[in-house]
């Protein structure tokens, strides 16, 4: 009696086998999942290496004002400070660059030459991207104000070494580089034919050789630049034969170029065709991203002439080659 009872409790206690369909869509189901975490691995592992290879077209954001704001600006002779698409912050600079003391004799010193819509869009862009690595070909009445909007490192171009060494004498802490432009204005255009001619001159190359590559510091090259502006040399002034942009273009091309993360470069005074030419050459219209362009004549002396190109990090041998 007592083992019959004990033989029933047992059984009461024993865990019922799973059925083998049952057993058999686990096992599926398992596989399943497995299967599916590793495509998910695999897919993620193939984004992040082509994010390697190609690091701008994950990591940069296209940059540009708002439609609405570049025909506002093309339209109206001068807009008013707060109407700037810009950090409060870069508003209060902007501001204290128009409110500059004029010197006796002198209605032009220290007056930022670039119009408040052009200097929105570069404003704009140190707005987006941070402190950046920020490289300005030329020192003018605006290099505090250029330094002051970038929180990380601004540096400049000079070949006007008087010049140079009166602004160091005002501003001391703007770190300013002497450079020398050999090319000058009466080899334009016939140094385009030479390019072409040049094999020194090849993007991909080092290009160390080659006769429009501004010859730079060491330190400065090892540097990959975030944002470029050409607003140098003046490629006037009293010189029969000034220097002009036609090296300070290349060159801001290739630096672009050879940045790890691709580079915004803004060109001035488009209106010009040294600079109009060289920009549609070296920096390639496909590369455009914004442009604010309009004839003097038509709005009382008001001109506007910035382009904002964007250029990717590349090997190519070709600057242009959609042309």
Not at 65 to 91: G, N, Q, Y
Not at 191 to 212: A, I, Q
Not at 246 to 251: E, R
């Amino acid at each position: 009696m007592a083992s019959k009872f004990t033989q029933k409790f047992k059984n009461t206690l024993t865990v019922p086998t799973m059925p083998s369909d049952r057993l058999k869509y686990h096992r599926i189901k398992k596989t399943s999942l497995y299967i599916n975490c590793i495509i998910c691995a695999s897919f993620l592992s193939l984004l992040l290496f082509i994010s390697v290879l190609n690091p701008t077209s994950t990591r940069n954001i296209k940059i540009q004002l708002d439609d609405s704001f570049l025909k506002t600006a093309m339209s109206a002779v001068e807009l008013p400070l707060e109407k700037l698409p810009i950090s409060p912050m870069r508003k209060a600079i902007l501001h204290l660059t128009e409110n500059y003391k004029e010197e006796k004799g002198c209605k032009s010193c220290n007056k930022v030459q670039q119009k408040l819509s052009e200097r929105a869009m570069t404003a704009n862009i140190l707005d987006k991207k941070g402190p950046c690595n920020f490289l300005i070909f030329g020192v003018g009445f605006d290099s505090v104000m250029w330094t002051a909007l970038n929180p990380g490192r601004t540096i400049f171009l000079e070949d006007n070494e008087l010049w140079a060494k009166k602004v160091r004498k005002t501003a001391p802490y703007l770190e300013i580089y002497n450079v020398n432009y050999p090319i000058r204005s009466n080899e334009f255009p016939q140094s385009l034919n030479r390019f072409v001619k040049e094999k020194g001159c090849n993007p991909s190359g080092s290009t160390v050789g080659c006769f429009l590559m501004l010859s730079l510091p060491e330190n400065l090259l090892d540097i990959s630049w975030d944002v470029i502006m050409v607003d140098g040399p003046s490629g006037g002034g009293e010189e029969d034969n000034p220097p002009t942009r036609q090296m300070s273009i290349f060159t801001a091309a290739i630096l672009a170029r050879r940045s790890e993360k691709g580079a915004h470069v803004l060109v001035h005074d488009v209106h010009r065709e040294v600079e109009r030419v060289f920009a549609d050459k070296f920096l390639c219209f496909e590369n455009l991203v914004e442009a604010l362009e309009r004839s003097a004549r038509l709005f009382s002396g008001s001109r506007l002439a910035l382009r904002h190109y964007y250029i990717r990090s590349s090997l190519s041998r070709e600057f242009c080659p959609k042309n």
